[in-house]
Every structure is written in structure tokens, then in C-alpha cells.
């Protein structure tokens, strides 16, 4: 993959220096891939293979995918994802040195039919048709991405290698042969008032929303409700409450606009269907 890069960050830079030190930066041409190489403001640095399949596992990939590499370097994160885990797979990258690498890398892997290349610059490129978006690009290239990242539909996967986005928290973070891995799950807008109904319960309940973290309150017949252990992940929203008995109930279910439904149950508390529909 390809990193830009940013003045700002002092790991980058050393690891700059090392590839400088052993003589693997090249003069930019448009010869033969080197690691190392320079390009407008970017630094291609590959990511290792052990990386990529804890990235794409943490992602939850599948062959129902259809996975974006941003600045995709020689291609071997969507070869990778395409051979091993069946994905469709795209890799955006700007450098025609790049682009015949990755090629080449598919027909070699026998997943050219799964796995193609893009010539564009990494903002232009639509996102609207991926579930899996790969990166590995530096903060300054991150915190201009993130807003896009965030309005893309919920349940949306994004995995980094190394960088994170700012005060946008990681759902997930896994370090392999050294190296930090981060995935973020695009969360559901759950924010405001909702009429949770559980049989014949009905329950009043008010979320507050930053992200992915959320905070609910609950209201019953002009009561106070206890609300805890609130988690927001993509589309899957669970929590727990108390129901009309006074018995434990923990709720689990899925987002959609502004609907969401589930089960709901605990030990010794029969399961039951709940909905819920936002004022």
C-alpha cells in the first residue's frame, strides 16, 4: 500500500530515513516498483501478508464483500482478499508503475476476475458501493477522509494499518508481528426519542450519541428506567433494562432508519420480540 506523508509524524519519518539508509528509495520513474518510492506527497511502504489476513478477519470479510483498498500500492491487499477470502475487491492507487504491478499480481494469483485496479486519486474515488474499506495512509490523509468515512452506510467496515482517526475511537484494535491494526464499524444515527414496545410494555427511551458510543435513558408511566451496558456496533444495538415486573431484561437488535427490532430475554425471563420506532 501506499502512505502519505505528513512532517508530523516522527515514526514515518524514521522509517523513511531506514528505507534511505539501505538504499531501497529510488528515482521516481516509470520503470519498476521500489519500495520506498517517491510520488507527489506519497511513500509507497508495503503492508506485511500477516497483517493484511488479521485486517480482513478483524473485518469480517466475506465473499458477499466488496473490498476497497485505498492507495493500493502493488495490489496485495485486494489479491489477497480476493484469493483468500473470495471478495470482490478494488484497489485505488495513482501510479501507473503501481497499477501494472497489481495486475500482474492478480493474473499470477488467478483472481484477475475478482480483483481489479483503478488509476484515480484515492478522494475522488465513489466508496458508496463498498462494505470493507482498507487503508494505510497518515493522520493528515485520515482526518481528511474521516467525514466521508462517517457518512457512509451504517455497517460499513474500515481497517488501518497503524493510523487511527483522531477522537473517532476504534471499534477493534489487534497488534500482529509488531504491528497495530484498527478497525471502525460505521455506526446507525440512533440519536433521540424512542417508543420501545415489549409485549404489551411500552418503554420511553432517549439516546445520546457521539459515534459509535451512545448513552439511553429510560421512562415508564412517568418513571424513571434504568439503562445499561448501551453498545452501538454498525447496525447492532444492545442493552439492558428492567421490564414492567421488575425483572432483568437484556435487548438485542438491528437498525434500520429509524426502526429497530429484536429479542429480548435473561435467565429466567422468557424471550420476547421487541420494536421500537423514533418520535
Known sequence: MRERRNSDVSLWGLALAAL???GAVAAQSAGAPQIGQESRDSVWVPTPERVIRRMLQM????????????GSGDGRIPVYAAKHFGAR???VELEENLIRLSLEAARAQGVADRARFVRQDLFDY??????????????????????????????????SHFFTLEEWEPDETIRVEDRTAHLWVVPADVRGVWTVRTGEDVLRVTI?????????????AGHEVPMIGARLRGTEIAFT?????????????????ARMSGAS????????????TRD
Not at 473485518?59 to 466488496?66: F, K, V, W, Y
Not at 445520546?208 to 415508564?220: A, D, K, M, S, Y
Not at 428492567?242 to 432508519?257: I, L, N, S
Not at 430475554?265 to 421500537?276: E, F, L, Y
Open 20 to 22: 534511505l539508509a539501505t
Open 59 to 70: 473485518a469480517d470479510t466475506t465473499r458477499e464483500d466488496l473490498v476497497v483498498d485505498l
Open 89 to 91: 475487491a478494488v484497489g
Open 126 to 159: 465513489d466508496l458508496a458501493s463498498a462494505t470493507v474499506i482498507a487503508l494505510y495512509i497518515s493522520p493528515a490523509v485520515m482526518t481528511r477522509l474521516k467525514p466521508r468515512l462517517l457518512a457512509l452506510k451504517p455497517g460499513t467496515r474500515v481497517v
Open 208 to 220: 445520546e450519541q457521539v459515534r459509535q458510543r451512545i448513552e439511553l435513558r429510560g421512562e415508564r
Open 241 to 257: 433494562s428492567f421490564d414492567a415486573d421488575g425483572d432483568v431484561r437484556h435487548y438485542q437488535g438491528q437498525v434500520a432508519g
Open 265 to 276: 430475554g435473561s435467565q429466567g425471563v422468557a424471550p420476547v420480540r421487541w420494536s421500537a
